[in-house]
């Protein structure tokens, strides 16, 4: 049975995890870990133990969004996750491959298998909000996360013009059909304001975003502008210094 969640496995002896949260897109490149690190840092600052595990394998970019660049050691006890400037922990393949730049050419269920080691032999220690920077769509590797780790809630980032296509409603569907609570959505590239005369425009169009969340029952939980410097942060590794945190209020909801 597809849906069971009964291949949990446990968490490295030496962590204690509070909560997990993933965050999931239907595709790529909708901003999914620019909200994941967002979010982490906003966590991070209302005092919260944060770790992130980075689980978007092929395309890991949270190391980067921090500017972590060194390898991750280990010891006896298992894999010591990377610490952000903010006390943020974090784990990703990239911690490990020989080159960032290396392809990962390896097929579903193995990088399933290192998302679960993530999880089994990283040493997380005590953290309040685990966040999972999961991978694009519905395949494989989202399906074993949700089967094997005690995911709490998903968030789902959409952008404008995914919210017309079905990608949404699957995304959303597959978390129902496992039991995980969708905590809701977050819209990003909704609206670009004019840094001259403050006019809000809707680049790509009027937004579904409401009507959505109507139909699938889920709550909005923000509505993130095209933002250059929130770019520029993230793709070079300055993103716990971005002052304007588009997630604050999501992570004092999620927190309250
Ligand atoms: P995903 O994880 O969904 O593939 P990313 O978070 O890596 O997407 O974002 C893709 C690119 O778009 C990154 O370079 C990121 O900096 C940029 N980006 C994401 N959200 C915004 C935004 N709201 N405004 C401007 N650029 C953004």
């Known amino acids: 049975d597809c849906s069971s969640r009964d291949m949990r496995v446990p968490a490295n002896a030496m962590s204690s995890v509070k909560r997990v949260i993933a965050v999931v897109s239907g595709k790529g490149g909708v901003g999914k870990s620019t909200v994941t690190a967002s979010l982490a840092v906003a966590m991070a600052r209302k005092g919260r133990k944060v770790a992130i595990l980075d689980a978007d394998i092929t395309g890991p970019s949270i190391p980067t969004a921090f500017g972590i660049h060194e390898k991750a050691t280990g010891s006896d006890a298992g894999i010591d996750p990377a610490v952000t400037a903010g006390g943020i922990k974090l784990m990703s393949l990239n911690l490990l491959t020989a080159n960032e730049t290396d392809p990962v050419v390896w097929r579903g269920p193995v990088i399933a298998g290192v998302v679960t080691q993530f999880w089994q032999e990283v040493v997380w220690g005590d953290v309040d909000y685990m966040f999972v920077d999961m991978p694009p769509g519905t395949g494989d590797v989202p399906l074993t996360v949700f089967q094997s780790l005690p995911v709490d809630g998903i968030i789902v980032v ?16 597959m978390a129902k059909m496992m039991d995980i609570p969708v905590l809701g959505l977050v819209e990003n590239y909704s609206y670009f304001q004019c840094p001259d005369c403050g006019k809000k425009h809707a680049i790509f169009g009027d937004s579904h975003l409401e009507k959505v969340a109507m139909e699938l029952e889920i709550p909005v939980l923000a509505q993130l502008p095209i933002d250059p410097s929130l770019a520029a942060a993230f793709d070079t590794g300055k993103i716990e210094q971005v002052e304007r945190n588009y997630l604050e209020d999501v992570a004092a909801r999620l927190d309250g």
Do not use: E
């Open 158 to 173: 959409t952008s404008p013009q995914d919210l017309v296509s079905m990608i949404v409603t699957k995304a959303v569907n």
